[in-house]
């Protein structure tokens, strides 16, 4: 099994940073493409941001181009989401999940997404 650690939420004033982190225990995640997800109260869970194992290969949502850097450390077994110039509607519990993917493709679905973690809370204050 693959379990999943996410760390680096908190509450931050518009227009700052936060750096989010992905770790990962057990099963090591190279190989493993982890995307960051997002979900607000009473949305769906949307996509943000997705990196390939071999880390050649982003992709990113159209409202966080430019602001979100996603980055990983395969040795350290952990997924990085820099998050810059935060707006309020950034506001939302952040999870990362990971899935096997020999192909080194990044999904943009939940549904293609094998595990999961528990999320850690940004919240955006105006």
């Known amino acids: 099994q693959v379990q999943l650690v996410e760390s680096g939420g908190g509450l931050v004033q518009a227009g700052g940073s936060l750096r989010l982190s992905c770790a990962a225990s057990?099963?090591?995640?190279?190989?493993?493409?982890v995307g960051w997800f997002r979900q607000a109260p009473g949305k769906e869970r949307e996509f943000v941001a997705g990196?390939?194992?071999?880390?050649?290969?982003?992709e990113y949502a159209v409202s966080v181009k430019g602001r979100f850097t996603i980055s990983r450390d395969n040795d350290k077994n952990t997924v990085y989401l820099q998050m810059n110039s935060l707006k309020p509607e950034d506001t939302a519990v952040y999870s990362c999940?990971?899935?096997?993917?020999?192909?080194?493709?990044?999904?943009?679905?939940?549904?293609?997404?094998?595990?999961w973690g528990q999320g850690t809370q940004v919240t955006v204050s105006s």
């Open positions: 999940a990971a899935e096997y993917n020999p192909y080194n493709i990044v999904r943009v679905t939940t549904t293609a997404y094998d595990y």
């Open positions: 057990g099963r090591t995640v190279s190989r493993y493409v």
């Open positions: 990196i390939s194992w071999s880390g050649g290969a982003t």
